[in-house]
């Protein structure tokens, strides 16, 4: 009887090592998996060696600021990379030239051991999303690669990207970033400002000022209480200020671009006269 007791036991304690073990395996890939948990593919760019996976929160592209995760998976093994160094390069092609747009370096997505951010502004598009491709370089051991392929960025509803030429004969743009889910009282108002210095080239544009007056067009022009101007942050490289929303509607967000000197660049007051400055974003919610 003890010998049959035992041999019950030893059996129980093996199948309860076998399926621990076994899930343990089981829980190795679906944790890659989950690393983008919450995001949808937008498009994979593939070459000989790898694929590109391109990932937000929408799946698709839009014009303005798009926040980008990435992951590199060998086509051989179905294996994701963990360590790579990444550039690209958006293109837009037009009849007569091409041009890139502002955009980010690429990094390692914090907490993650496959996915790597940055973000791309699309400062405009063509009405059925076309026009745009997009080239991935990356760099695995040593060895360089390239992925491109064609993408579609599709206009978004809002203007919340304006490109415009300054009173000092520079091209500018500038794009909101936050907020993303606005409120009723006071939302973080984040915007990036980017300087044109070629077709390929838009880096940041350090230390101006944005004054800011959001109205409300279909409610009598009305503005609102306890806004604050946008000024430059060197922790993240953009501009933040208060956007006060006292109700649900569409607003338009006028602004005024100033140089380190307080030269406008860019933008007018809003008076009785003149109901709108030429330099805007908008946002409805």
């Known amino acids: 009887m003890n010998s049959l007791k035992y041999m019950f036991l030893s059996v129980l304690f093996l199948s309860v090592l076998t399926t621990s073990c076994s899930n343990d395996d089981d829980n190795d ?71 890139s747009c502002p955009r980010s370096t690429i990094a390692k997505a914090s907490g993650k051991n496959t996915v790597f951010e940055g973000y791309i502004i699309y400062q405009m598009t063509n009405t059925d999303g076309s026009g745009w491709s997009i080239t991935v370089n990356y760099t695995i051991d040593g060895v360089d690669y390239t992925a491109s392929d064609a993408i579609s960025v599709w206009q978004n509803d809002n203007q919340n990207v304006t490109s415009f030429m300054g009173s000092d004969d520079n ?61 430059y942050s060197m922790s993240d490289d953009m501009y933040h200020g208060n956007l006060s929303l006292t109700m649900t509607g569409y607003w338009v967000l006028n602004l005024k671009l100033m140089n380190t000197n307080d030269d406008v660049l860019k933008g007018e007051d809003v008076t009785e006269e003149n109901t709108q400055s030429s330099l805007y974003l908008e946002l409805e919610f």
């Open 171 to 231: 091209r500018y743009i500038i794009s909101m970033i936050k907020p993303n889910n606005p409120i009723i009282g006071i939302n973080d108002l984040m915007v990036g400002v980017y300087k044109m210095e070629s077709m390929m080239s838009f880096p940041v544009v350090e230390n101006f000022s944005i004054a800011l007056d959001p109205r409300m067009p279909g409610m009598g022009n009305h503005s609102s209480p306890n806004n604050t101007d946008l000024s």
């Open 29 to 99: 890939e679906p944790k890659i998996t989950n690393e983008v948990e919450g995001l949808f593919k937008i498009q994979d760019i593939t070459n000989a060696t790898h694929t590109v996976e391109l990932f937000n929160k929408e799946g698709d592209f839009y014009t303005g600021y798009n926040a980008v995760s990435m992951r590199l998976k060998d086509n051989a093994t179905d294996s994701y990379i963990e360590d790579a160094s990444f550039s690209w390069m958006p293109m837009m092609q037009m009849p007569m030239m091409e041009h």
